[in-house]
């Protein structure tokens, strides 16, 4: 599966932003999938994650409440709506999947996008 991620920008605190990640190869409806974050000098951290039906979502609690993950197995896409972003949102953010998730860690995921870059300023 190769992945990738778009709809990164710059965007004022309080204002909304749509990740989304397009998948390309097969059978992307069998495979979990994540959204990861990484900011300078900071290690990578889990954002959400959705299975490979939507039946199961995850969200760290830094988002929870102003971000949904969701997927279209159709269009082989899962997306991120980011709303009522924060300046400590500013980050790369990353797609991933796994054929085995959903899951919060990192290394359980085989495929990564190229990431894409959200600076949000105060």
């Known amino acids: 599966v190769q992945l990738q991620a778009s709809g990164g920008g710059l965007v004022q605190a309080g204002g909304s932003l749509r990740l989304s990640c397009a998948a390309s190869?097969?059978?992307?409806?069998?495979?979990?999938m994540a959204w990861f974050r990484q900011a300078p000098g900071k290690r990578r951290e889990f954002v959400s994650t959705?299975?490979?039906?939507?039946?199961?979502?995850e969200y760290a609690d830094s988002v929870k409440g102003r971000f949904t993950i969701s997927r279209d197995n159709a269009k082989d896409t899962v997306n991120l709506q980011m709303n009522s972003l924060k300046p400590e949102d500013t980050a790369v953010y990353y797609c991933?999947?796994?054929?085995?998730?959903?899951?919060?860690?990192?290394?359980?995921?085989?495929?990564w996008g190229q990431g894409t870059q959200v600076t949000v300023s105060s």
């Open positions: 991933a999947a796994d054929k085995y998730g959903p899951s919060v860690e990192e290394w359980e995921y085989t495929f």
């Open positions: 190869g097969r059978a992307f409806s069998t495979y979990a």
């Open positions: 959705i299975s490979s039906t939507g039946g199961t979502i």
